[in-house]
């Protein structure tokens, strides 16, 4: 008997293993003649401290009192652009069960910042014309002194603008821009040599894996659903088991967490419409199990030519991921504008929805500018998109930010009334569909259409009268 | 491939039957059938025939006119299933239709925000009946009077007999015609209602139909293609299209040629001056013409014939204009 169940174990746990997906882990070492004892050769740690400096710098940037606070700006320039030892964690940390390993961004990585690895073309959708780097840091400064990091007199929320702006600016922009993209070529970074002298992985193998670390996914992924996903991100203790891969009671900011587009991509597709999480994932570990088949030799045309198709699914999946972020909150600002008039109208207090506009303009403005940080310039489509959105919300009394003088004070001017301003949302949302062809559309300003579509029925039928 | 199309196939034929939003609903098809017993029982002119043999009349249910409908009904749905997918759909129109109502107007004034929402579903869903009476009435004008358009319409009034499957008997380039029509419709009526009125546009539903189409299909829409000549009396029948009068434009008597194109209201002939009020123990022969045509229940003809009669006109209309810029 006792055979029995041990051998229906055996069978068991055998077809579990030849269902489980690939984890993004455990790529054997394939650097010829190294010396070390590394069992395996991934390594994106530097990835996951510059997504935990940002998740932190968010947090931070909703710290302000509404005056000048020198402390708190030196604070935020320290997880902005520093590179000291000695920075907590801020977020994300321990929250009911759901523990979490490291509490020091040391820990995870040393010596790293995010101002060092932002993007540096201008920023045609903020005033100023400033690079993305100084852009970041304009609002970093501003973020010190706002109150919890909103500027009523712009309806700025800087949390939101800089978290969102930063994760295309510098996780989006150095994947797609960088590693997917000139490192990919025969002669930088070749894979017949270490990445550096004495490292347990190749000059492709670190590059493909540096790139996945920017995305921010568990290295589980592939055997999570996009809810799950999801929730640990937003550390639900249901999800924390699933979260911790090694079963060490902890779940590691390295590895085991979902960050940034990752967890954009997973609230995107638990909608059931879409499926970028896990093409991108999918694309990221056949790319890796690619390189590493190559077993430390250069890689041929051929594979590279292969390696590039990954990448170019990578790439295409997450801008669209971003571009469907841009219509989810097009929606929501077009929403708030609706409440916002409907209160003006009847002489309601507007303070609360005028903040949750704030809010949700500022997010929408964030992954705009996000957006316009890939490989490629948008032309067109950038102008267009930030003609729309303008430099800020239209305010109250129909105003809107214009520019900024030589003191770095916000200039504002007469603008569009807020009614129009809500038909800018929906061509905004227009704009997503027709040149990034986004499928999930959370937050249509046109749903309604879709659901009397279908009570009407389809037409298509050969019924004469 | 083919496994999924068979599947879709025999559940397309099935909702046909099965869907209280289709003319053939099953119900339907009943309450017609006791209407029009009722009829010939108690209030038809001929009231003495026996029921059983004026209804299940082998005749009119398996002549070669009916056969033809029903291949012809199999064979258009087997093509639909591919011609549906790349139609024009009525969202797209009433996206459109929205966004451009937004920028003509630059800003969206909501209406009728006292007004309950079952009144602004009552709006909408008699807003809807109308244009889309009127639409189905001046297409079905157009059918008639635009030669091109007659040569495919043709085939619908080559059945000698009529039965309720006889509504499906029309040329494919028809049925693309019909769907572009509601697409237009519908995304009409959904594009500027929900534009003005918001999220609470709604269609006021009997099983799913609009109450409209319930109450058309409830009263024996059936019967306006059988032999079941069904009067609604002058009063009445200056206002809604009776079966009666509905046979009546399928008729072979050339002064009942082009008349009566409505489908609920009689309004719109009204309008047009196209309408027919029927007449007690009216006998009337269903066809394009008295005498029957050689093929004109091939199958293969009834689909091709329209391409060639229509081209010839399309080149006969060449022709003359060549003529005329001789001439001059």
Request: glycine share 8%; net charge neutral; proline share 3%.
């Amino acid at each position: 008997m006792k055979l029995k169940i041990l051998v229906s174990c055996v069978a068991v746990a055998t077809a579990l293993n030849v269902n489980a997906a690939q984890n993004y882990a455990d790529f054997p070492v394939t650097v010829k003649d190294y010396k070390g004892d590394a069992d395996h050769s991934v390594s994106y740690t530097g990835q996951s401290a510059r997504h935990v400096l940002l998740t932190s710098l968010k947090k931070l940037a909703g710290k302000g009192e509404g005056k000048d606070d020198q402390a708190l700006q030196a604070k935020l320039l320290a997880y902005y652009a520093g590179k000291d030892a000695g920075r907590e964690v801020i977020s994300p940390v321990s929250k009911g069960g759901f523990v979490v390993a490291q509490s020091q961004v040391d820990e995870i990585s040393t010596k790293k910042n995010l101002a060092g690895k932002t993007y540096k073309g201008a920023v045609a959708g903020w005033p100023g014309s400033m690079t993305g780097a100084e852009v970041l840091n304009f609002m970093v400064v501003k973020a010190a002194s706002a109150d919890k990091g909103f500027d009523p007199l712009t309806g700025y929320d800087y949390a939101q603008l800089i978290h969102k702006f930063a994760m295309g600016a510098v996780f989006y922009n150095q994947v797609v821009d960088n590693y997917l993209d000139e490192k990919l070529d025969a002669d930088n970074k070749p894979n017949n040599k270490p990445y550096k002298e004495g490292q347990p992985y190749t000059g492709k193998e670190h590059v493909w894996d540096e790139a996945f670390g920017y995305f921010g996914a568990p290295a589980n992924t592939l055997n999570l659903t996009a809810e799950q996903v999801y929730n640990i991100a937003k550390q639900k203790e249901s999800a924390f088991t699933l979260a911790d891969l090694n079963n060490d009671g902890e779940v590691s900011l390295y590895n085991e967490m979902a960050y940034a587009h990752a967890y954009y991509a997973a609230a995107t597709d638990k909608g059931g419409k879409t499926n970028y999480l896990h093409t991108i994932m999918q694309a990221f570990v056949d790319g890796r199990q690619l390189i590493s088949d190559a077993n430390g030799e250069a890689l041929t045309d051929k594979q590279r030519t292969e390696l590039k198709a990954y990448a170019e699914t990578i790439a295409d999946n997450w801008e669209k991921v971003i571009a469907e972020a841009v219509f989810k909150y097009a929606g929501s600002t077009y929403k708030d504008l609706q409440k916002l008039d409907k209160l003006i109208q009847s002489n309601g207090d507007v303070n609360k929805a005028f903040r949750q506009y704030a809010k949700h303009w500022s997010e929408l403005k964030g992954f705009a500018l996000a957006l316009q940080t890939g490989k490629d310039n948008l032309g067109e489509t950038a102008v267009k998109l930030n003609r729309l959105i303008g430099f800020s919300p239209v305010l109250l009394g129909n105003t809107q930010v214009l520019g900024i003088d030589a003191e770095g004070n916000y200039v504002q001017s007469s603008s569009i009334s807020m009614k129009e301003y809500m038909l800018h949302m929906l061509n905004v949302q227009k704009l997503m569909v027709d040149e990034f062809g986004v499928e999930a559309r959370s937050n249509d300003v046109m749903a309604d259409l879709g659901g009397l579509a279908e009570k009407l029925g389809s037409g298509a039928s050969v019924e004469n009268d | 491939m083919f496994e999924s199309l068979v599947i879709s196939y025999v559940q397309d034929l099935w909702i046909a039957l099965t869907d209280p939003r289709k003319r053939v609903f099953w119900g339907y098809l009943l309450i017609s059938l006791l209407i029009a017993i009722c009829w010939i029982k108690w209030v038809s002119p001929d009231r003495g025939v026996r029921v059983k043999t004026h209804l299940f009349n082998r005749k009119v249910w398996w002549s070669a006119s009916a056969r033809a409908d029903y291949a012809i009904f199999l064979l258009n749905r087997l093509a639909f299933l591919f011609i549906a997918p790349v139609l024009l759909t009525q969202l797209v129109v009433a996206q459109w239709l929205f966004e451009s109502l937004y920028q003509w107007i630059g800003h969206r004034p909501i209406l009728g925000e006292s007004w309950s929402d079952m009144q602004v579903m009552i709006c909408f869903t008699l807003f809807y009946f109308l244009l889309d009476d009127f639409f189905r009435f001046y297409l079905h004008k157009l059918l008639h009077e635009v030669p091109w358009l007659w040569a495919f319409h043709k085939v619908h009034h080559s059945a000698r007999t009529l039965t309720p499957i006889t509504v499906f008997r029309a040329h494919p380039v028809e049925g693309v015609l019909f769907s572009l029509r509601t697409a237009l419709v519908q995304g009409i009526a959904m594009g500027v209602f929900v534009f003005f009125f918001g999220g609470r546009v709604d269609l006021v539903t009997v099983l799913g139909a609009s109450i409209f189409a319930f109450m058309f299909n409830v009263t024996g829409s059936n019967l306006r293609h059988s032999h079941i000549a069904l009067r609604y009396g002058k009063a009445l029948e200056k206002w809604l299209i009776s079966p009666a009068q509905h046979q009546i434009h399928h008729s072979t008597n050339p002064i009942h040629f082009d008349k009566n194109y409505g489908v609920v209201l009689a309004l719109w002939d009204r309008l047009f001056g196209s309408l027919v009020i029927s007449q007690p123990g009216q006998d009337i022969e269903f066809g394009l013409r008295r005498e029957v045509t050689y093929r004109e229940q091939n199958l293969l003809y009834i689909y091709m014939q329209p391409f060639i009669e229509s081209f010839n006109i399309f080149l006969s209309k060449v022709r003359k204009r060549e003529k005329s810029i001789a001439k001059n």
